[in-house]
């Protein structure tokens, strides 16, 4: 799997334990990566994703249905879950301002042995780190 | 004129910087059926 993940598009490194089945993925310098593709790749590699967390940077959006978003680059962008957290961002959308924020974008729904990802991968804040 | 060009060039730069921030810095997976 390790390999396989290591193939990908814009991965620059993978780290896996196998103890307690975590696998850290470390994008390249221009941070063009796809969490589906990792995702189909974990899959196509015989194993199960449970959790997928992201830690990234950039603008807080309001997509044409109004959903706040963020935006990665112009290709690129996360509709963001609504919880506490994604309401302190807010005030920030559509403003200049980086956000650095930590948030899961997949979890294996309880008691399902596989379950696909849903499409597009929507992000659940679990921290916002930084504000520039 | 290279006035002109000097504040074209900072607002172009600065228009830039924060999209050259934006990126993915990290992800992490936990997976199942691992052997």
Do not use: C, W
């Not at chain 1, 089945?21 to 990792?38: A, E, H, N, S």
């Amino acid at each position: 799997m390790k390999q396989h993940l290591g193939r990908q598009s814009g991965v620059e490194k993978v780290d896996v334990s196998l103890i307690d089945g975590k696998v850290d993925v470390t994008p390249k310098d221009d941070g063009q990566i796809d969490p589906i593709q990792l995702l189909k790749a974990t899959y196509d590699s015989g194993v199960t994703a449970a959790e997928m967390t992201m830690t990234a940077q950039g603008k807080i959006v309001k997509d044409p249905s109004g959903n706040l978003a963020l935006k990665i680059n112009p290709n690129q962008s996360f509709v963001i879950t609504p919880n506490e957290l994604s309401k302190t961002l807010e005030p920030l959308a559509d403003s200049q301002t980086v956000v650095t924020v930590r948030g899961h974008l997949f979890k294996k729904p309880a008691g399902k042995k596989k379950a696909a990802p849903a499409t597009p991968l929507k992000l659940l804040l679990l921290e916002v780190q930084k504000k520039d | 004129m290279i006035v002109r060009k000097l504040a074209l060039l900072a607002l172009f730069a600065s228009s830039l910087v924060p999209l050259a921030q934006a990126q993915i810095k990290h992800i992490e997976m936990r997976v199942e059926g691992m052997t």
